[in-house]
């Protein structure tokens, strides 16, 4: 069963960037399709991004496109998330998840989630 610990959320500008990182634990990493999810207060849970196992293919939410870059490292057992330019609305709790059966844009369907990192972006 795979843990999963984020990290690298923080206050920030807007028109900043940061990277967050989710470090993997106690499964095969390399096994895993991982995504990153966020959720604003008082809203649902957002797809960001999602990777397969390999890292050859990504997916990116709305929000996300030309934005965010997922990235893992399979050597590491570690997931990212690069974020440029960033604006007031990406404030949220940042969460990683994995998933054995291939990825969804649903938070449903993952199985293993991380605690989440804060990211506020102030204007």
């Known amino acids: 069963q795979v843990r999963l610990e984020e990290s690298g959320g923080r206050s920030v500008q807007a028109g900043g960037s940061l990277r967050l990182s989710c470090e993997a634990s106690?499964?095969?990493?390399?096994?895993?399709?991982m995504s990153w999810f966020r959720q604003a207060e008082g809203k649902e849970r957002e797809f960001v991004a999602a990777i397969t196992w390999s890292g050859g293919n990504q997916w990116y939410g709305d929000s996300a496109k030309g934005r965010f870059t997922i990235t893992r490292d399979n050597a590491k057992d570690t997931l990212y998330l690069q974020m440029d330019s960033l604006k007031v609305e990406d404030t949220a709790v940042y969460y990683c998840?994995?998933?054995?059966?291939?990825?969804?844009?649903?938070?449903?369907?993952?199985?293993?989630w991380g605690q989440g990192t804060q990211v506020t972006v102030s204007s």
């Open positions: 998840a994995a998933e054995s059966r291939g990825w969804s844009s649903s938070s449903h369907d993952w199985g293993y």
């Open positions: 106690g499964g095969t990493f390399s096994n895993y399709a």
